[in-house]
């Protein structure tokens, strides 16, 4: 078995998702000597989101299914047939699967070792202490609930820029002007997007207070204000003062200039009208 | 974290179908040292389980279209939900790198916490000990190999059985049923499904002819010895297990398993391929098999 060292510490980025929103972020955090890394934007690894999913299929009992059941439990993976390999939770009661020991569930446990088994076992300098990657929302959650200690920084973006750079990223590039021109398209996107979960999530991020566990950062100030950004990261992961990176230039930057000139006049008043005040609460202009 | 000898010490039953496997399950039920579920037949499988989902780390890279970076992302972690190993390349971390690969760190964990959990389960079931030493399981022999690798070293039973009654059996079962188990296939001649079974068997009966009798945490247990002196087999397994079994009980209980027989009773199923089976197949076996079947005192 492993040696046991000082797990590192998981610095969960919790962002839209967008490889524009992570890539300059991810830039800029990877860029302090203290913080390593599996995640590239070559290699999109999910180590933790990984273990993290893997240890919570032992948190309970699953119906059985004619796919999944105690018999094909049984029969063990094919060679190359991967879809052999896939399994879900216990089928049947699974007693001593979900049951919880001293206090904690199975999965849990399993998390937090195989969380310490994974960092005995990755090369890493004497320098590295913290661990980023970039997650979904339920990352944290999982977490906390397992124990794993962690801090979480969540990055707040100007839904006007996300939209029009998705927009652009996704294959449409060419046919940006005329799609953005077609109002109706473009209103009942930003209806749907405002609807859906950004209001919600701009209203949520505007109230997050900066706990020692977390902290809310907006996109355009680590693109726009690094030096400023970096050194709040550094204070709030309690590192000492180092010289601010130049700004990032991975070519996925959008800062709050950029998309004024491409979002027409009716999309933006539907923005101002829609979530004025949470905008607002951001720092974002209305 | 337990000490290493709290482990629940893995006790695989290595079987073919329709060779007595439930009424074996039954027998090592009667001793509270030895712990499963009692719920027939017996086939909740904590330990392959466990094995397989230490396997997922094993593996890594490929993405396909049904399990994708997005679906690892953007479904809810619940242990309703599929995974399948991860959908990138593994880090080094998951490798072995000159050691053991982390999924046996994962396993080893696992089962601790496994043999813990079931102890404290046990202390609301008057009927087992609360400190049993077995874990017993219905199993194959990939899941003892990956447990030798583990370091963990299983006693094992190998069930044997005429392998002409077993071809009987399932036919019994599969028409009794109307069901197609047991890898009949919907259709096939019974000429054609006999050959596949006696090829299969073949390796199956070589593997206890030249394994078991060199291998010191084996012990072999006929069908035959269970349905006639079923007393007899629980006095060796309880000695070689250090628990006490108890036929007796089991042959009490009978009534309750009637579902799962295909014949009038254990020793109406012995030797029932004589009065069954076409000589056709009668031929095949002894053609294919014949040796082995001599060797391991079977007549032909």
Redesign the interface.
């Known amino acids: 078995?492993?040696t046991a060292t000082t797990p590192l510490i998981p610095l969960v980025v919790v962002s839209t998702?967008l490889a524009g929103t992570i890539r300059p972020v991810l830039d800029v955090l990877l860029r302090m000597p203290e913080v390593t890394t599996?995640w590239s934007p070559l290699?999109?690894?999910?180590?933790l989101?990984?273990l993290?999913?893997?240890a919570?299929?032992?948190?309970?009992?699953?119906?059985e299914s004619p796919t999944?059941n105690?018999?094909t439990?049984?029969y063990?993976?094919i060679q190359g047939e991967?879809?052999t390999?896939?399994?879900?939770?216990?089928?049947?009661?699974?007693?001593?699967?979900g049951?919880a020991?001293e206090g904690q569930l199975?999965?849990q446990?399993?998390l937090q070792?195989?969380w310490g088994?994974?960092?005995?076992?990755?090369?890493r300098g004497p320098e590295h202490r913290f661990y980023v990657e970039p997650?979904?929302e339920?990352l944290p959650i999982?977490l906390r609930e397992a124990g794993v200690p962690h801090r979480t920084l969540r990055i707040a973006r100007d839904p006007r820029g996300e939209l029009v750079e998705h927009w652009m990223s996704s294959g449409r590039r060419g046919a940006l002007p005329p799609v953005l021109n077609c109002i109706d398209t473009l209103l009942t996107l930003t209806e749907r997007q405002a609807n859906r979960f950004v209001r919600a999530r701009l209203a949520e991020l505007a109230k997050t207070p900066t706990t020692p566990e977390t902290l809310c950062v907006r996109y355009e100030d680590v693109i726009g204000a690094t030096a400023d950004a970096w050194a709040r990261v550094r204070s709030w992961l309690q590192l000492p003062t180092a010289t601010a990176p130049a700004t990032p230039s991975t070519g996925h930057e959008w800062p709050e200039s950029r998309w004024r000139g491409v979002l027409p006049e009716p999309a933006y008043a539907h923005y101002r009208m829609k979530m004025r005040a949470e905008l607002e609460a951001l720092g974002y202009a209305s | 974290m337990p000490p290493e000898d709290r482990l629940l010490r893995p006790l695989l039953l290595l079987f073919p179908a329709r060779s007595g496997s439930t009424l074996l399950m039954q027998l090592l039920g009667t001793s509270p040292k030895i712990l499963f579920?009692r719920?027939s037949p017996f086939?909740?499988?904590?330990l392959?389980?466990?094995l397989?989902?230490s396997?997922?780390?094993a593996?890594g890279g490929?993405r396909?279209d049904?399990?994708t970076?997005e679906q690892?992302?953007?479904e809810?972690?619940?242990?309703?939900?599929?995974?399948?190993?991860?959908p990138?390349?593994l880090?080094?971390?998951?490798d072995a790198?000159g050691?053991?690969p982390?999924w046996h760190?994962?396993f080893?964990?696992?089962w601790r916490?496994?043999s813990?959990?079931?102890r404290?389960?046990t202390i609301s079931s008057p009927q087992l000990d609360p400190e049993p030493v077995w874990y017993a399981e219905?199993?194959?022999a990939?899941?003892r190999y990956s447990l030798q690798d583990l370091g963990l070293e299983p006693e094992v039973i190998y069930l044997l059985r005429d392998p002409r009654d077993i071809l009987m059996s399932i036919w019994s079962f599969n028409k009794k049923r109307g069901t197609t188990y047991f890898s009949v296939i919907e259709g096939e001649a019974p000429e054609k499904f006999a050959y596949r079974f006696v090829e299969e068997r073949k390796l199956r009966l070589r593997m206890i002819l030249e394994m078991a009798p060199k291998d010191p945490r084996a012990t072999v247990v006929r069908y035959e010895e269970m349905a006639t002196d079923l007393a007899g087999v629980a006095a060796k397994l309880s000695d070689r297990l250090g628990v006490q079994l108890n036929a007796e009980e089991v042959l009490a209980n009978q009534s309750e398993f009637r579902h799962h027989m295909s014949s009038a009773g254990p020793e109406a199923s012995m030797q029932r391929w004589r009065r069954e089976m076409s000589p056709e197949i009668q031929k095949m076996f002894t053609e294919i098999i014949g040796q082995e079947l001599q060797a391991l005192g079977y007549p032909v």
């Open positions: 078995m492993a998702g599996e290699v999109d690894r999910r180590v989101c990984y993290a999913r893997h919570k299929v032992l948190a309970g009992m699953t119906e999944w105690h018999e439990v049984f063990p993976p991967r879809g390999r896939r399994i879900a939770g216990f089928p049947g009661p699974g007693e001593h699967v049951n020991f199975l999965w446990r399993m070792r195989n088994f994974f960092c005995d076992r990755t090369p997650a979904p339920w999982a | 579920d719920v086939e909740y499988r904590y392959a389980f466990l397989r989902w396997w997922q780390l593996d490929l396909r049904e399990w970076l690892l992302l953007d809810p972690a619940t242990s309703g939900n599929w995974i399948e190993p991860p990138f390349p880090p080094a971390g998951f790198m050691r053991d982390m760190d994962t080893r964990t696992a916490e496994f813990e959990r079931a404290s389960s219905k199993s194959r990939l899941f």
